[in-house]
């Protein structure tokens, strides 16, 4: 970085724009245009800005090259003992009045801005409701991380094959599940508010800079099948996903870009991080059944079942137009047989 910007207060906002580039240069050797990362220069902005923000004193790091010197520690493998044993080190030299716990604070938000994943020393839940925490003490991140992100393949449907309905926007229009954005990639596919919503983590231009990092934290091939989970989810040929998509305005548009898996050739067997939400999606979409009139207009699973529902519609409402017609001439009828007779006498 240049020494204007690597002493850029971690809260003077908006960062400039060549200080967001060299920051993006450093960490992830993603030099360029970064149009794509907008999603996660706002998550960047949010998380920096989130925390003590009555009282920016008692944060430790205070510019972006803090930052940079703390990532790259965590970026090289060094046990988090370590990095808090050196910054606290750094502190002492520097009479920073900063505690362990404050600067434990700003190596878990780094480790968040490197990861977009919510990190902590505890593990517990933080910031919006529901969010999964995963811990970190003492060890790598990249260890900590290997034991949150593990294999699991517990529910079985392996050689199951990922049909062409299993897409977000059929869960949204036949399964009435809410499609619920998230910056945490703990969060992704799961489900919560008893089955009616579920997280996808859209960030997927961040996943694409993580996925060609010789020192990425995450376990081997979770990024790849993250981004195998959104192609599918997000399929680009789906012109109704396509429409869908384009109508958010929230969303990383890089997450249109994805498909480039072939879904046909896929089974659940093909996943190890996310099989057991993805199997858990499935049976959520086969086990629904349509509740409203728009969700059996888009509902087109059983394509016979559909032409029975509509043609029966319009038959039925025949039948109900034509009886109410042939019951108003009986009223008639009967009303004019009744006038006649009430004028004869």
Same mark, same amino acid.
């Given at each position: 970085?240049?020494?204007?910007?690597?002493?850029?207060?971690?809260?003077?906002?908006?960062?400039?724009?060549?200080?967001?580039?060299?920051?993006?240069?450093?960490?992830?050797?993603?030099?360029?245009?970064?149009?794509?990362?907008?999603?996660?220069?706002?998550?960047?902005?949010?998380?920096?800005?989130?925390?003590?923000?009555?009282?920016?004193?008692?944060?430790?790091?205070?510019?972006?090259?803090?930052?940079?010197?703390?990532?790259? +520690?965590?970026?090289?493998?060094?046990? /988090? *003992?370590?990095?808090?044993? @050196?910054?606290?080190? #750094? !502190?002492?030299?520097?009479?920073?009045?900063?505690?362990?716990?404050?600067?434990?604070?700003?190596?878990?938000?780094?480790?968040?801005?490197?990861?977009?994943?919510?990190?902590?020393?505890?593990?517990?839940?933080?910031?919006?409701?529901?969010?999964?925490?995963?811990?970190?003490?003492?060890?790598?991140?990249?260890?900590?991380?290997?034991?949150?992100?593990?294999?699991?393949?517990?529910?079985? +449907?392996?050689?199951?094959?990922?049909? /062409? *309905?299993?897409?977000?926007? @059929?869960?949204?229009? #036949? !399964?009435?599940?809410?499609?619920?954005?998230?910056?945490?990639?703990?969060?992704?596919?799961?489900?919560?508010?008893?089955?009616?919503?579920?997280?996808?983590?859209?960030?997927?231009?961040?996943l694409q800079v993580h996925i060609n990092m010789n020192n990425s934290p995450f376990p081997e091939c979770l990024i790849q099948e993250t981004l195998n989970t959104i192609g599918l989810l997000f399929p680009s040929h789906d012109d109704k996903t396509t429409r869908w998509l384009k109508s958010l305005a929230e969303i990383d548009p890089q997450l249109m870009r994805c498909d480039s898996i072939e879904r046909h050739k896929l089974r659940f067997g093909d996943f190890n991080y996310w099989h057991d939400r993805l199997v858990i999606l499935k049976q959520v979409l086969d086990d629904s059944s349509p509740s409203t009139l728009s969700q059996r207009w888009h509902d087109r699973r059983?394509?016979?079942?559909?032409?029975?529902?509509?043609?029966?519609?319009?038959?039925?409402?025949?039948?109900?137009?034509?009886?109410?017609?042939?019951?108003?001439?009986?009223?008639?009828?009967?009303?004019?047989?009744?006038?006649?007779?009430?004028?004869?006498?």
């Amino acid at each position: 970085m240049t020494s204007n910007n690597r002493y850029t207060p971690l809260r003077r906002f908006p960062f400039s724009a060549s200080a967001q580039e060299e920051m993006l240069n450093v960490l992830w050797e993603a030099s360029g245009g970064h149009e794509s990362m907008t999603p996660y220069l706002e998550y960047h902005q949010q998380l920096a800005k989130g925390p003590r923000i009555d009282n920016p004193a008692e944060v430790s790091a205070k510019s972006c090259s803090d930052l940079v010197s703390i990532a790259k +520690a965590i970026l090289s493998g060094v046990p /988090k *003992d370590d990095i808090l044993a @050196h910054q606290q080190q #750094i !502190a002492s030299t520097t009479k920073c009045l900063s505690t362990a716990a404050e600067i434990e604070h700003d190596i878990d938000m780094c480790a968040r801005l490197l990861t977009m994943t919510q990190v902590n020393h505890c593990g517990s839940s933080c910031g919006l409701a529901g969010t999964t925490a995963v811990p970190w003490t003492k060890v790598s991140l990249k260890d900590a991380f290997s034991c949150h992100f593990y294999t699991q393949r517990t529910l079985q +449907a392996d050689q199951m094959r990922l049909s /062409k *309905d299993f897409t977000a926007w @059929h869960l949204s229009r #036949i !399964a009435g599940v809410d499609i619920r954005w998230t910056a945490n990639l703990a969060d992704h596919l799961r489900f919560v508010d008893h089955d009616q919503a579920v997280f996808v983590f859209h960030c997927a231009s961040f996943l694409q800079v993580h996925i060609n990092m010789n020192n990425s934290p995450f376990p081997e091939c979770l990024i790849q099948e993250t981004l195998n989970t959104i192609g599918l989810l997000f399929p680009s040929h789906d012109d109704k996903t396509t429409r869908w998509l384009k109508s958010l305005a929230e969303i990383d548009p890089q997450l249109m870009r994805c498909d480039s898996i072939e879904r046909h050739k896929l089974r659940f067997g093909d996943f190890n991080y996310w099989h057991d939400r993805l199997v858990i999606l499935k049976q959520v979409l086969d086990d629904s059944s349509p509740s409203t009139l728009s969700q059996r207009w888009h509902d087109r699973r059983n394509c016979l079942r559909w032409y029975t529902f509509w043609i029966a519609i319009p038959l039925f409402a025949i039948t109900v137009f034509f009886g109410i017609v042939h019951s108003v001439e009986a009223a008639v009828q009967i009303y004019l047989t009744c006038k006649s007779g009430a004028l004869g006498t």
